[in-house]
Nanobody, 125 residues
């Protein structure tokens, strides 16, 4: 089982970036996939999740209306489209999976598993 985040980079404020979370070794249908981020000197925090049971999406208030999470079944990949980026979005972004029986803990990293190395997003002029 592996989830690998990619697509990070340097972008100017107001710009856009799309992150990819490539999944292998399991079926996306069987899990929630979530994105978290960790800014320098801060704890890792939940950003967004995709529930495959009904394609429902969830967002932290800080990114709602600017970020969009989606899934491509053919590519076994979950994307995080980020728009109107702000300097405070600068962080390492991680993806991980959550068994459905822990759905109530969607916003907490405790029950997520198979964290990848993350991808760095830097928003700066």
């Amino acid at each position: 089982v592996q989830l690998q985040a990619s697509g990070g980079g340097l972008v100017q404020p107001g710009g856009s970036l799309r992150l990819s979370c490539a999944a292998s070794g399991f079926t996306l249908d069987d899990y929630v996939v979530g994105w978290f981020r960790q800014a320098p000197g801060k704890e890792r925090r939940w950003v967004s999740s995709f529930d495959s049971r009904d394609d429902t999406t969830y967002y932290a208030d800080s990114v709602k209306g600017r970020f969009t999470i989606s899934r491509d079944d053919a590519k076994h990949t979950v994307y995080l489209q980020m728009s109107s980026l702000k300097p405070e979005d600068t962080a390492i972004y991680y993806c991980a999976r959550l068994p459905h029986n822990f759905f109530r803990l969607l916003k907490f990293e405790k029950k997520y598993e198979y964290w990848g190395q993350g991808t760095l997003v830097t928003v700066s002029s």
